[in-house]
């Protein structure tokens, strides 16, 4: 009788309750992090295997990949997503730490292919990823191309813009870049997966050279939390 009384008073509690799905880029199969930069001597340097990613503008040019293994995830249960980074170092001059940074984060687009002896596509080698053959990427700093392209490595969408108030933070600090809350874009794009992964790009769009921050890339020897794609799943 107790049973009969526990399993009619919790069954509709578990039934409400969304399941939780943590990616990390350190995931086996597709997961992967690397930097890519502009500066004139490193354009044509893998980075994939550093400890940090520190996207930068004010003439650094640097971004970040991220790409995550979504092959064990039922899309159409994914009710909200948040995509997550950790503080591995920050060095903030004063009006950084006021005014914060800003981070615009952008979805490269399904099935975007290589192109022979030029730009990768969606399934751009961790290690071998560069400035030079980044998927849609542009010498822009603050962008990359955008638009449906999937050939010659594809273009992407964006999928929102974050500031980051260095006065709330420090390094060691997990804190959520792009969240579905509100905004459809983010759970558009992993919806419209078709082959089991997904690339973020990353671009820093406000802060003096002066400002330092950089996030643990999943090879950070700390043990701090590789770069984290949080997804909610409807029961
Ligand atoms: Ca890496
Ligand atoms: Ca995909």
Not at 158 to 166: A, C, K, M, N, R
Request: charged fraction near 20%; avoid cysteine; glycine fraction near 12%.
């Amino acid at each position: 009788m107790l049973v009969a009384l526990l399993t009619v008073s919790t069954a509709p509690l578990l039934a409400s309750s969304p399941t939780r799905l943590l990616l990390h880029t350190a995931d086996g199969g597709w997961g992967a992090d690397a930097m890519v930069t502009g500066s004139k001597t490193l354009t044509a340097r893998p980075l994939g295997g550093g400890a940090w990613l520190g996207p930068k503008d004010a003439g650094a040019r640097r971004k970040v990949y991220l790409r995550f293994d979504l092959k064990n995830v039922p899309l159409e249960r994914i009710a909200a997503a948040r995509l997550k980074l950790t503080i591995a170092e920050m060095d903030l001059t004063d009006a950084g730490l006021s005014e914060g940074l800003g981070y615009r984060i952008f979805g490269l687009n399904d099935g975007a292919r290589p192109e022979a002896n030029g730009r990768l596509g969606e399934d751009w080698p961790e290690m071998l990823i560069t400035y030079d053959n980044a998927p849609a990427n542009v010498h822009d700093e603050r962008t990359v191309s955008l638009g449906a392209g999937v050939d010659r490595g594809g273009q992407a969408r964006t999928l929102g813009e974050s500031v980051l108030q260095g006065s709330v933070f420090a390094a060691g600090q997990s804190f959520t870049m792009l969240d579905s809350a509100g905004d459809p874009r983010l759970l558009d794009f992993l919806r419209a997966d078709t082959n089991g992964h997904v690339t973020f790009i990353i671009t820093r769009v406000q802060g003096s050279s002066a400002n330092t921050l950089t996030f643990a890339a999943r090879e950070n020897p700390r043990g701090l939390p590789a770069p984290t794609l949080e997804i909610d799943l409807l029961p």
